[in-house]
């Protein structure tokens, strides 16, 4: 079993297509990794997955269960595997760093207060931030405040992450520390699909590259074939713009 399935999905704003008839499997463990040109439809797609878009056709199949619009009671219990890491963050502004982690698994999924913040402690412990745990975003860095996410969306204890362009918001010197913590991660066996511009990161961690170009699925492979020996002229030509 796959843990996700697109098959034949198309998404549309208005009479823009954004992609059309995406086929994309993702087994357990996989990292998949997104590349290509802004506004190819890789977000949109991501979001997709995780319902914050609705797919205009096609199937969504995540861990064996589809993805039923009209179920609500379904919808949520099949996103709350996964967990998402965007592009900005989105903190509360007003909590610290362990209340952002806590607050979703006591809310969302009832579990008991005491159990949470110690899983919150050390998965902020996880990705370095153990003596943060009482500072607001404001105190926090780009990078600190990526990092409070990703640890904000593994308290969920999610069997699937999907990750945004979780770098392109940062500065060039803090890109690093939220790599590390998602290759700890792939390491881990989580499985991933990441949209991403960083292709060092794609080259060195995906276990498949996809490229996408103008809504659809160009190119498939693994990292060595998609980075050295590209078969398309629109993947050559997209890498030969960022390598």
Do not use: W
């Not at 982690?101 to 159990?115: M, S, Y």
């Not at 499985?191 to 961690?205: L, N």
């Amino acid at each position: 079993m796959y843990m996700i399935e697109a098959k034949n999905v198309t998404k549309r704003f208005d009479d823009l297509v954004v992609f059309e008839n995406i086929n994309i499997n993702v087994k357990k463990g996989e990292v998949l990794v997104i590349i290509g040109p802004s506004g190819s439809g890789k977000s949109t797609f991501l979001r997709c997955l995780n319902h914050l878009e609705e797919v205009d056709s096609g199937t969504i199949i995540i861990e064996g269960e589809k993805l039923n619009y009209n179920d609500k009671k379904s919808i949520r219990k099949i996103t709350m595997k996964m967990g998402m890491v965007f592009q900005n963050f989105n903190l509360f502004p007003h909590m610290t760093a362990l209340e952002n982690v806590i607050v979703a698994p006591i809310t969302v999924k009832k579990e008991d207060k005491n159990v949470v913040i110690e899983r919150a402690k050390m998965l902020l412990g996880k990705v370095g931030l153990s003596d943060k745990i009482d500072y607001y975003p404001s105190k926090l860095s780009g990078g600190q405040k990526q990092r409070v996410a990703i640890a904000r969306a593994l308290a969920m204890n999610p069997d699937i992450m999907l990750f945004d362009e979780p770098t392109s918001a940062l500065d060039p010197e803090l890109v690093g520390e939220v790599l590390n913590v998602m290759k700890d991660l792939a390491n881990e066996g989580m499985t991933m699909i990441v949209v991403t511009h960083e292709m060092a990161f794609a080259r060195e961690v995906a276990d498949r590259v996809i490229f996408m170009d103008g809504g659809k699925i160009v190119e498939e492979g693994t990292p060595d074939v998609i980075f050295s020996n590209p078969k398309e002229d629109r993947t050559k030509a997209f890498l030969e713009k960022v390598l």
